[in-house]
């Protein structure tokens, strides 16, 4: 089972910042976060991922609360292109930590 | 620098025939796993390999399904004798290594129906 919570849905207004919250309140200290999504029909395309201190690449930031129960995904400008599911995935420690565990994710749907 | 690579995009298949698919890794990369998503579904693990090995296939149904990655050439998934069952998109990722923070990269996925 997904060690994740996210909400179904979001929508955002194109433009806006899009933040897309999940919960991993078992995380282990060092069990990473990483963030996907896949847009319609398409393979699923990494984001970003981190451990405990806040992340930002040229798509997005990752801010990850100090207990680490928690982290939040920011879009800066949603465009129309992100709409997509956004998928939270925490890599777990031990022998499979090769394993991606999917939960259902977050349907984001940037509204012009 | 191109991605990882899976043909073909669409597959259609007859009840009982075989499919192959095919998937080959990002520059550099020698780690393949390949993953299985029903339709409103996530992603499911299916197996894992390295060059000439097969790593972690505890995803794999038991029956009717294999994996090979060989020393030369992509990595092939062979599902013999499909079932309507066996619908589904299949994708290949890859990666440098399998360490945790060794991020995996998807191809586009290869869309089976089996009529």
Known sequence: DAKTTQPPSMDCAEGRAANLPCNHSTISGNEYVYWYRQIHSQGPQYIIHGLKNNETNEMASLIITEDRKSSTLIL?????????????IVRVLGDSNYQLIWGAGTKLIIKP | NAGVMQNPRHLVRRRGQEARLRCSPMKGHSHVYWYRQLPEEGLKFMVYLQ???IIDESGMPKERFSAEFPKEGPSILRIQQVVRGDSAAYFCASSRGFQITDTQYFGPGTRLTVL
């Open chain 2, 51 to 53: 060059k000439e090995n």
């Open chain 1, 76 to 88: 800066p400008h949603a465009t129309l292109r992100d709409t997509a599911v956004y998928y939270c």
